[in-house]
């Protein structure tokens, strides 16, 4: 059956450190790879997206990656901030270009 | 700029009533549209799509429809809800304009309440 494995756990590290979230898939072939930010009670934000051809993708602190043969993402975030305390969510294209199929997210405490 | 709204904030509805939740989009044209919904620490379920007007595609057969009236508006609906149809209902859009990455853009989310 087809999955998107993240992490359940929150993940809780210090301010000025760097966050790695591991989002996992199996039966999937997607052609792209997701992540987004969500905020309590707040939709999803959309932060970061990565082509199958593409091995890194990077925007400001945030850094994805994106294995095809291990079918694995890990999304980085250096220098975080307590601000960067949400939970994020990976996803990918299921059936289509159309329609997204997202993991459960993980959430990130970032503490002073 | 593109918008998207939703409406209401959040319902609280008792078993049985009917359910209709509105979503529009405004700064753009023939989007893709979708309804998610997201139980409480759960991940987002798709439940419907849209192409286009009077497109509807249905990812989970359930007590839900949905129907795209107009170009920019998708609205989801009951006939009788349950206490299962609880949860945070999410719209959202895809561009389909040439260029365009496949993201897509959130509502703020109506929280329904079943009692």
């Known amino acids: 059956s087809q999955k998107i494995e993240q992490n359940s756990e929150a993940l809780n590290i210090q301010e000025g450190k760097t966050a790695t979230l591991t989002c996992n898939y199996t039966?999937?072939?997607?052609?792209?790879l997701q992540w987004y930010r969500q905020d309590p009670g707040r939709g999803p934000v959309f932060l970061l997206l990565?082509?199958?051809?593409?091995k890194e993708k990077r925007k400001e602190r945030l850094k994805v990656t994106f294995d095809t043969t291990l079918k694995q993402s890990l999304f980085h975030i250096t220098a975080s901030q307590p601000a960067d305390s949400a939970t994020y969510l990976c996803?990918?294209?299921?059936?289509?270009?159309?329609?997204?199929?997202f993991g459960t997210g993980t959430r990130l405490l970032v503490s002073p | 700029s593109q918008t998207i709204h939703q409406w209401p904030a959040t319902l609280v509805q008792p078993v049985g009533s009917p359910l209709s939740l509105e979503c529009t989009v405004e700064?753009?044209?023939?989007?893709?549209l979708y309804w998610y919904r997201q139980a409480a620490g759960r991940g987002l379920q798709l439940l419907f799509y849209?192409?286009?007007?009077?497109?509807i595609s249905s990812e989970v057969p359930q007590n839900l429809s949905a129907s795209r009236p107009q170009d920019r508006q998708f609205i989801l609906s009951s006939k009788k809800l349950l206490l299962s149809d609880s949860g945070f209902y999410l719209c959202?859009?895809?561009?389909?304009?040439?260029?365009?990455?496949?993201?897509?853009?959130f509502g703020p989310g109506t929280r329904l309440t079943v009692l």
């Open positions: 996803a990918l294209t299921g059936g289509g270009f159309q329609k997204l199929v």
């Open positions: 959202a859009w895809r561009s389909t304009a040439d260029g365009s990455y496949n993201e897509q853009f």
């Open positions: 700064g753009t044209s023939n989007p893709n």
């Open positions: 849209s192409v286009g007007i009077g497109q």
């Open positions: 039966n999937y072939s997607p052609a792209y």
């Open positions: 990565i082509r199958e051809n593409e």
